[in-house]
């Protein structure tokens, strides 16, 4: 934001193509403002338009080339140049005259002969008017860019509250945070490539597709209420321990509805994030939990979040298996089309397969990673027993 100078002399530039009026008004302005000459349009409007313009125009209107009343339509066309307070100076006294300049956008008429007093009076008046009006201008850009700001760092630690509060069921599981990062992207890869479908496109929205990003790390937070002995298990699960399981996706539906309860009104974000934790374990054919709900009663953000979610897990090595490669993965994912999956997410995963594979690539878990997690299941197994 420039810092406006109060104490400056404002700049006058008087436009004339009479040298005789260019001294009669450069001698009865410069105590008062710095004054700049033009005796001809062209000059003034690059004079206008330059990097020091002028503060307020003073112009002829009967002038060769270009008249004063073309100059003014020029000036109040142009967006660096529009705010210029102009002043019609001439001889034209007729009413017809003067509202003409004035619905060009002229401030103000003045009628030659002039009278010295009225003139320093009428353009005193229009600085002044200048003056304030660019200062709110001022203070308006000043206000827009903080709230912008600030808004742009409420997201910032909106983003790393979810991230943080995910990371709370990722650490302890035999997944990592890469994790995160990775399924949110892929979410929204799918989301983007489905945006022109008739089937998602009042939903796939701009904002949607932003909320989507947010929220999908929150899918599995409802593990954080899952006991170890359960969670980290490398083997398979019995029947009770296979339930006790599947209730994570209700146990994060009311852990974020309990957020938002607290916050005491709906949040976009957090609506997103209810459907993605509650309903991503939900199959199309409708053999999924927990409401074993089918086809298009499945909200279509769990519907993303599910091809995401199982590409990601059969990609990544963990404790108790061997990574797939992404062809094998890809080939399981399209073999769940119209069972699993809604075909036409199975079929947009399909058109941005190598992208999936990009951000696989991109955040990859390391051998450390893997590391602190087999330490990490032998001492809470370790204290189970």
Same mark, same amino acid.
């Given at each position: ?6 104490? /400056?002399? /404002? ?6 193509d ?7 008004m450069?001698a ?7 004054v ?17 313009? %002028?503060d307020l125009?003073?112009?002829?209107v009967?002038?060769p ?23 019609f ?11 003409k ?7 103000d008429y ?5 009278? %010295?007093?009225?003139?320093r009076a009428?353009v005193a008046t ?17 206000l827009?860019a903080?709230?912008e ?18 990371s709370?069921a990722?650490?302890?599981?035999? $997944? ?9 992207r892929y979410?929204?890869a799918?989301a ?9 496109a009042?939903?796939l929205?701009d904002?949607?597709?932003?909320l989507?990003?947010k ?9 954080v ?8 298990? %490398?083997?398979?699960?019995?029947? +009770?321990?296979l339930?006790?399981?599947k ?7 009311d ?11 709906r949040?976009?974000?957090l ?7 509650l309903?991503?374990?939900e199959?199309?054919d409708?053999?999924?939990?927990? $409401?074993?709900?089918?086809g298009?009663?499945?909200?279509p ?14 990609i ?5 298996k ?7 993965a890809?080939?399981?994912?399209a $073999?769940?089309?119209?069972s ?9 995963f ?10 696989a ?6 051998? +450390?990673?893997?590391?602190?997690k087999? $330490?990490?299941?032998?001492?809470a ?5």
């Amino acid at each position: 934001m420039d810092t406006l100078d109060f104490n /400056a002399k /404002a700049t006058v530039l008087v436009v004339d193509d009479t040298p005789d009026n260019l001294a009669l008004m450069s001698a009865l302005l410069r105590d008062a403002y710095k004054v700049k000459v033009a005796n001809q349009g062209e000059k003034a409007l690059r004079i206008a338009a330059s990097t020091t313009p %002028p503060d307020l125009i003073l112009l002829d209107v009967m002038m060769p080339q270009m008249d004063g009343y073309e100059v003014c339509r020029r000036l109040k066309a142009d967006p660096k140049t529009r705010d210029i307070p102009v002043i019609f100076l001439t001889a034209k006294s007729e009413v017809e005259d003067e509202q003409k300049g004035l619905a060009l956008g002229a401030a103000d008429y003045i009628v030659k002969p002039i009278s %010295p007093p009225i003139v320093r009076a009428r353009v005193a008046t229009q600085l002044s008017l200048k003056a304030s009006a660019d200062f709110l201008r001022s203070k308006n850009d000043f206000l827009e860019a903080e709230v912008e700001r600030r808004t742009r760092e409420l997201e910032a630690v909106q983003d790393v509250t979810i991230l943080a509060m995910a990371s709370l069921a990722e650490t302890r599981d035999s $997944e990592t945070g890469k994790h995160l990062l990775r399924t949110q992207r892929y979410v929204k890869a799918l989301a983007e490539k489905l945006r022109p479908h008739p089937r998602f496109a009042d939903f796939l929205t701009d904002q949607n597709i932003k909320l989507l990003f947010k929220s999908a790390p929150l899918h599995d937070i409802g593990k954080v209420g899952i006991p170890d002995r359960i969670l980290l298990k %490398p083997g398979p699960y019995e029947p +009770e321990e296979l339930e006790i399981m599947k209730s994570h996706t209700l146990l994060g539906r009311d852990a974020i509805q309990l957020a938002e309860k607290w916050l005491g009104k709906r949040v976009e974000f957090l609506t997103l994030a209810k459907e993605i934790a509650l309903y991503h374990q939900e199959r199309w054919d409708g053999s999924g939990y927990p $409401e074993a709900l089918s086809g298009d009663g499945i909200p279509p953000s769990a519907r993303l979040m599910a091809v995401a979610d199982v590409y990601d897990a059969l990609i990544s090595r963990r404790v108790y298996k061997d990574a797939m490669t992404h062809a094998q993965a890809a080939e399981i994912i399209a $073999e769940g089309r119209g069972s699993c999956f809604d075909p036409d997410v199975v079929d947009a995963f399909l058109g941005v397969a190598t992208e999936f594979q990009a951000i696989a690539a991109a955040y990859p878990d390391s051998d +450390e990673d893997l590391q602190k997690k087999i $330490e990490f299941l032998a001492q809470a197994v370790a204290v189970e027993v």
